[in-house]
């Protein structure tokens, strides 16, 4: 691959305005959001095409990109672009209201869905891993998670703490694309963040988007610094340039006990996302390259290390969750019997959300103008008065949050307003109120598109956490419905093996097709979240399911 481009931050412009360089709307918002995803200001390392979450990518290989970007170009208002693991493999017929793009990522037969076979099918280059909103091109930042971040520890709040985390120590590991949101967040419901990073450049990126507050070198004055804030109840957030093992050694050494403790570092990926503890980090990124399977054994190891002494601080009075990153199962499979011991924070926090197909709804200004977005947040708030959640989150978005790329917000929607939403947004394409269309997408860490039993689907009602049907059905209605580009995913969050997953993007163009187009999909989409937590059996699910008129057997009978 010695001749191939590398990332050129002038070739790969995201383009923004109203002009378009592809024959529709659609076509041109996939290649704005492709090239969004990788703009420097987003992606965790565009050099090597990697987004977010450990190795997570927007495309195969830069010649797959180039690739991408001229179908795109040439692609009909009535065909649709094929991408395998991020390389396209076909143009087919398809009609207007089809998705634009068609993508599978990360797909292997069950028998063979580990790392194992997977790195081996990525070093021969005929596979790619799109962790979640990497591979399906609506990643938007850490902004990204922000808010679902911020929820989880209101949620926290509310069900331990009164409501605030003033005058609380949140101890956290992991600073990268996602786990970076975390500082704000905590600062957000006022509390205190320690989050060892052993990056230092991850950690100036956040100083840089004003997502953390200091960095600190040496672990003993960090954890002086949180003792300090936490004392004064002061919100402050501190980046510690350390391994998460080695601060919470020293934690349970000085008999210091976090209020709540939790980790977001890439544990799901032990080879390419987790930085083992007994080794240096020069060391071991040689070892990475050259020596795979002493490093994994180094990273086990310090993953089964981790947990146990989350598990000792827990025992010592932590309020400890797992974040989503698969650290419990990885220190499971190295023979801690106890490492479920605390929860995942789906069912923790997250998951009466799900029963009313709520989860991370996005949207993006084309245009790029930050303007665009502002009448789009003034729509929504108008929209949804009575949802005082929303408003404090917008007013605190509006305040906190520096855009990264094109301008994006990101609201926790459910059924029927998510509809409402994207028809308010083609209505304001249409009358020329935003200054070019609206790309509109969500997270896949969401209420009906994903299979992920030590996540999004952890310890379900009915034990039907495995079950993958959901989110097959999920990609299959979305694309009847004519959403704009359909992906379905393998390993997302939780790494190779643990997940199947669904993502969705559409676009309001301000065209009547795309409000016709609107209704169905942003009806189905998180209809689908409910009807699976309606058939799992929880209660507010069912309650939604009848007041929108998605319950089966009403129909029926
Ligand atoms: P990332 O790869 O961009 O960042 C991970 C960070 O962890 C890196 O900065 C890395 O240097 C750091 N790190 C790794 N090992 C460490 C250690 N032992 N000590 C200290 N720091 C260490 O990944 P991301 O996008 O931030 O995602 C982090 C994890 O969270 C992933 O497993 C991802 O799948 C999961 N995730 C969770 C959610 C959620 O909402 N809970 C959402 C998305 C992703």
Not at 30 to 51: H, S, T, Y
Not at 72 to 95: A, C, R, W, Y
Not at 117 to 135: I, P
Not at 434 to 459: C, F, M, Q, W, Y
Request: with cysteine; hydrophobic share 40%.
């Amino acid at each position: 691959n010695v001749s191939l481009p590398s990332y050129d931050v002038q070739k790969y412009q995201t383009p923004t305005g109203q002009q378009l360089t592809c024959k529709g709307w659609i076509q041109e918002a996939a290649m704005r959001m492709l090239l969004n995803n990788l703009n420097p200001q987003v992606a965790e390392k565009p050099e090597e095409l990697i987004v977010y979450g450990g190795r997570g990518k927007a495309a195969r290989n830069f010649k797959a990109l180039d690739d991408i970007l001229a179908a795109l170009k040439i692609l009909e208002n009535d065909e649709s672009l094929l991408i395998q693991s991020g390389k396209p493999v076909g143009i087919m017929k398809t009609h207007k209201d089809a998705p634009r793009v068609l993508i599978s990522n990360s797909q292997l037969v069950p028998k063979w869905a580990d790392w194992q076979h997977f790195d081996e099918l990525e070093k021969k280059g005929l596979m790619m891993y799109g962790q979640m909103t990497a591979g399906s091109w609506i990643y938007i930042g850490s902004q990204g998670i922000v808010q679902g971040t911020y929820e989880t520890f209101a949620a926290l709040a509310n069900q331990h703490f009164g409501g605030t985390l003033k005058g609380k120590l949140c101890v956290t590991a992991g600073l990268g694309g996602m786990g970076g949101a975390q500082p704000l967040s905590i600062t957000m419901n006022e509390g205190v963040c320690l989050a060892a990073e052993v990056e230092r450049w991850r950690i100036e990126k956040r100083l840089e988007t004003a997502y953390c507050d200091v960095m600190i070198e040496d672990i003993d004055e960090a954890i002086d610094r949180a003792l300090q804030a936490k004392q004064k109840g002061e919100a402050l957030s501190i980046g510690v340039v350390c391994n998460a093992v080695h601060l919470l050694e020293r934690l349970v050494q000085r008999s210091v006990v976090p209020d709540v403790l939790t980790d977001q570092t890439s544990a799901h990926d032990p080879l390419v996302g987790y930085w083992p503890h007994e080794i240096s980090h020069v060391l071991a990124k040689t070892l990475r390259e050259e020596n795979p399977d002493q490093y994994l054994e180094y990273a086990y190891h310090s993953m089964y290390r981790h947990v146990e002494l989350m598990l000792q601080l827990q025992k010592m009075g932590a309020i400890t969750f797992d974040y989503g990153n698969n650290i419990r199962a990885r220190a499971k499979e190295m023979g801690l019997e106890h490492a479920f011991d605390f929860p995942g924070f789906v069912p923790a926090y997250i998951r009466p959300l799900f029963c009313e197909g709520k989860g991370p709804f996005r949207w993006v200004a084309l245009s790029g103008d930050p303007q665009d977005i502002a009448v789009t947040d003034e729509v929504i708030s108008s929209l949804f008065p009575e949802n005082q959640s929303l408003q404090r989150w917008l007013h605190l978005a509006k305040e906190k949050i520096s855009f990264q790329g094109l301008p994006a917000r990101i609201c926790w929607l459910g059924q029927g307003e998510r509809e409402k939403a994207g028809l308010a947004f083609n209505e304001l394409v249409k009358t020329g109120k935003v200054k070019a269309p609206i790309v509109i997408g969500r997270d896949h860490l969401d209420t009906g598109s994903v299979a992920s039993p030590n996540r999004e689907t952890e310890a379900m009602l009915d034990g039907s956490d495995a079950v993958a049907d959901w989110p097959i059905l999920n990609a299959l209605v979305n694309t009847a419905g004519g959403a704009s580009w359909v992906s379905l995913h393998h390993g997302g969050g939780v790494g190779m093996g643990y997940s199947i997953h669904a993502g969705m993007v559409i676009v309001a163009d301000g065209t009547d097709d795309a409000a016709e187009r609107l209704r169905r999909v942003l009806r189905n989409d998180p209809g689908m979240g409910v009807i699976r937590h309606a058939d799992a059996g929880y209660e507010e699910a069912k309650e939604t399911a009848k007041m929108f008129g998605l319950d089966v057997e009403e129909r029926i009978h």
